[in-house]
């Protein structure tokens, strides 16, 4: 089983807690080994998708007692749960959305942030690559961006927009390369406007 389903998997299996077992805010969830059991998954698995529920303000570790619901008022907690097992359309465009969002606020960060060494060492990878892989892209840019929460946030949805069976998609060399151009003088607008091309987005120039 991969990553990507074990997020799934997970969330799944406390949404049938929650409503099967009348589970709510505050009770305590499976241990990491009972849910690697219920899974069949091993350990380390379980434990970065919990790392990721938790990061997402579904559940909280108390250490030495356990990982526990949060505390959400009413039946909060099951729609949001209902949301992330992105069953409806709105849910599956959000995703795809928010995920553009925080690549759009990484190329902000990484303008500002980059540096002539990291420059060189992202133009070397990219001229070593016969094909680019967008995933790796982003994840390096956001890297430079510096900004930890960012890097996971766009991880879990990243893993959520592939397990709706999304093709991944090729996108143009050079498309790429204009944007790395960008990066590499500091210049938002071209950097940006590289981005919504990659993306086939509309495009302004007002962007502050």
Same mark, same amino acid.
């Not at 069953?87 to 959000?94: I, S, T």
């Not at 928010?98 to 960060?109: G, H, M, V």
């Given at each position: ?18 409503? !099967? /077992? ?55 907690? &099951? ?47 990219? /001229? ?16 430079? !961006? ?23 998609? &090729? ?38």
């Amino acid at each position: 089983m991969t990553n990507t389903k074990v997020y799934i998997e997970i969330v799944k299996q406390l949404r049938e807690m929650i409503t !099967a /077992d009348g589970l709510t805010s505050g009770d305590k969830i499976p241990s990491e080994r009972e849910l690697s059991e219920r899974l069949n998954v091993g350990r380390s698995s379980v434990r970065e998708a919990l790392r990721a529920l938790e990061l997402l303000g579904l559940i909280e570790t108390r250490r030495g007692e356990g990982t526990f619901i949060r505390d959400f008022r009413g039946h909060q907690l &099951v729609q949001l749960l209902s949301t992330f097992i992105l069953q409806d359309e709105k849910a599956k465009r959000d995703v795809f959305e928010t995920k553009q969002l925080i690549e759009i606020d990484c190329l902000r960060l990484a303008v500002q942030r980059i540096d002539k060494r990291t420059i060189i060492e992202l133009k070397k990878w990219f /001229d070593s690559e016969q094909v680019i892989d967008d995933d790796e892209v982003f994840y390096r840019i956001i890297k430079i !961006a510096d900004n930890h929460l960012f890097l996971r946030m766009w991880l879990i949805l990243k893993d959520y927009y592939y397990s709706l069976h999304f093709r991944k998609v &090729v996108y143009k060399r050079n498309d790429y390369l204009i944007l790395l151009n960008g990066l590499a003088e500091k210049d938002e607008v071209i950097t940006l406007s590289a981005y919504h091309e990659l993306r086939n987005l509309s495009f302004s120039n007002d962007i502050n």
